[in-house]
């Protein structure tokens, strides 16, 4: 996920395009860039670092500008790296949002025949392939269209031509919006980028190319001229920044779908594509991981124990500083969505002075980790702005899925019905996201309380402990997640009508034992939210609010059963007046021990 601009029109286009920029940079913060026309040449300036630390930039005069800020996704985040990319020559500039999945391929191709390539991106095959087709007799505009016949995955790119007054901008499954202005355009990931300028959008399709000349564009679907309508975007800028959320939790939230779409393309065509050479001889799994993190490898651990028989465990990296043990047939797992959390690279440089392998997973390309584990596994959450993890955690959750059924002793065909399952999770966490004014309603009785517990059994127990840290974190209730079976060995004496406890029920072999732990529980009068299968009709019977989820295989429940807990800890925050994106006293990324 990036960030990208295109202006033409009258004004300095060097700070058209930084001020459009630094509204984008939610999009992606490790490097940016702007390329602008001046007279017949393209003058580039590209940097690591957030674009949001630049308080003055001009880089010369010209009304013609692309800008770029990265999320790197190929290539490390460096200067070299950063966008805008260009041809041999100098002469084509593009910035690009997405991936080109074949561009391994295009870059040979184009070096046989004598491309020189600068950067380790996918990106800078679109300049060079522009560059071939205008040498071999095509104008920059065709030249452009000639391109997008070569390149495969998603793309929202915007070209620049030295000797034109003209942009070309394609989109195909990535975002691209154009802004109308009077006498000038914009083209832009985002609305945010360009509503200080105007309000006029259209939303392009994918297959569109859109042309921008100084008075007038065009846009081409299949060869042919289409006509988009206009719209008028009722936001302020500040709220077109959050895509029209109150928060970036929620939109982060809401961005779901997505990412699980996202990390399982990475890792699953029509099998699972993912080299497992790091467990070849290991005796024993350890996972090191801080807060949600390790909430995640709690869930790895259950993953990996049930579908590959290999025995885990799970360590707190700030603990396992004071391990002191060989590890030279364990395989230690560093789960931290930023990469950056000192307490898992120290625990993980520590397993390497032990003699263990170390695997990472982690969200941030060129993050520290990266440089520390021997392999590294990416999740494809795009940047998460609320410190409160949400969509990376479900990110985590996928990667384990597939390493665990990769590794599976389970049949094929049983394997792949697990897989069918996955493919359909972005549905049922949309079915979610329609729950979402019940799940307010909820959340709002529950930001009355004080205290709460968060209970469940099995894989139900770190689902518990996630939704009981969400709560606590953003709404600052006092909230604990404990085993179900734990609570009558002291947890009793806090229940009572001030104490209300979220149940996390799963349809599995805890079934029975859980509901008798509810019965428990409700008979020393806490009030009770269960969350149970939409299938179950028993739970609701003898507790106060039932949240029914939409039904899924039972180990996938972690992530329909978290977003619903991640809904209810926002909307009781938000209920509390809370400062959700940033809660007091916490940050994004620790980076001390
Ligand atoms: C901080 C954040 C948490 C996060 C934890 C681990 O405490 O506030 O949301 O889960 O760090 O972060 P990591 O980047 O290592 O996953």
Redesign the pocket.
Known sequence: MCGIVGYIGFRRADKVAVSALKRLEYRGYDSWGVAVKSNDEIKVYKRVGAIGDVSQFELCEGTISIGHTRWATHGKPSDVNAHPHTDCNGKIAVVHNGIISNFQKLRESLEREGHVFKSETDTEVIPHLIEKFIDSGLDFENAVKETLKHLKGSYAFVALSSTEDKLVACKYKSPLILGIGDNEYFVASDVPAILEYTNRVVYLHDGDTVVLTRDSYEIYKDGKKVNREVEIVPWSVEQAEKGGFEHFMLKEIHETPKVIEDTLLEYVSDEIELDVGFTAGISDVIFV?????YHASLIGKYLIEKLDEIPVRVEYASEFNYHNAPLSRSLVIG???????AD?LEALRKAQKFGARTLAITNVLGSSVTRIADVILYTRAGPEIC???TK?FIAQLIVLYVIALRLSLLSRSEVNEILADLKLLPEKVRAILDMEDYIRKIAEELANYENMMYIGRGLGYPIALEGALKMK?ISYIHAEGYPAGELKHGPFALLGKQTPVVACVLRDETYDTMLGNIKEVKARNSPVVALTDENDSEAEKFVDYVIKVPSTNVLLTPVTYSVVLQLLAYYAARSRGCEIDKPRH?????TVE
């Open positions: 991981a801080c807060g949600t993190s789960i931290t969505q930023s990469g950056e959390t898992t410190v409160a993890a990376t974190e916490l940050a994004k990324s620790v």
